[in-house]
């Protein structure tokens, strides 16, 4: 019997986009599959928050999250990254926080209801990590990854800038990329 792990509360909007060379979908296996790739998505964001639960800020604190994930093609990801970032060309993974302070121009963002306690009574929107399933196929052997361990490092990196994290220089990048590495672990 596979032991079961402490999980936060999560609503995962998971997509793989079927328009991507096929085998690239085949590379990815299970974690491209609409419904199993489903699952495992959220089986490991979900461990991940729950690691990260003690770390939080109080405006991050939440009995509930709720976030998407997008796998998609070079060309997509170059297009977000050009309208949201002025930079040309593809990235491996964009992340879109949905409680960024930066974001003076977007619409308000439906903060969650409270209960008597100052606690959540709804998942709180962390916003969406998109990775280009083409540049995690390039990159892997360049870290020394399979395909698998470079989408889930990815999306850890997604996930921690979601939740704050950012790195404006090589030490926060260290301990960016360090962190990850913790959630990468097994329990």
């Keep these: 019997m596979e032991e079961q792990h402490p999980t936060a509360d999560l609503d995962l909007a998971f997509e793989a986009d079927d328009s991507l060379d096929p085998t690239l979908l085949h590379a990815a296996g299970a974690l491209a599959h609409p419904l199993e790739g ?96 083409e540049t995690a196929v390039r990159q892997a052997p360049e870290h020394g990854h399979d395909l698998r361990q470079e989408l889930l490092f990815l999306a850890t990196h997604g996930l921690l800038h979601l939740l704050g994290w950012d790195h404006p220089d090589d030490a926060s990048l260290a301990a960016m990329l360090a962190r990850q590495e913790q959630l990468l672990k097994q329990p």
């Excluded at 709720?66 to 309208?83: Q, Y």
């Excluded at 993974?93 to 209801?113: E, K, R, W, Y």
Aim: hydrophobic fraction near 40%; charged fraction near 25%.
């Design 38 to 133: 489903a699952a495992i998505w959220h089986e490991r964001i979900s461990l991940w928050l729950h690691k990260l639960a003690g770390e939080l800020p109080s405006t991050l604190q939440a009995s509930g999250y709720s976030l998407g994930l997008s796998l998609v093609g070079d060309e997509e990801i170059a297009a977000l990254n050009n309208e949201w970032r002025d930079k040309s060309g593809p990235t491996d993974v964009l992340a879109f926080a949905a409680q960024d302070d930066g974001l003076d121009d977007a619409p308000p963002i439906p903060m969650p209801q409270l209960d008597e306690d100052g606690d959540t009574t709804e998942a709180l929107e962390l916003g969406d990590i998109v990775i280009s399933l």
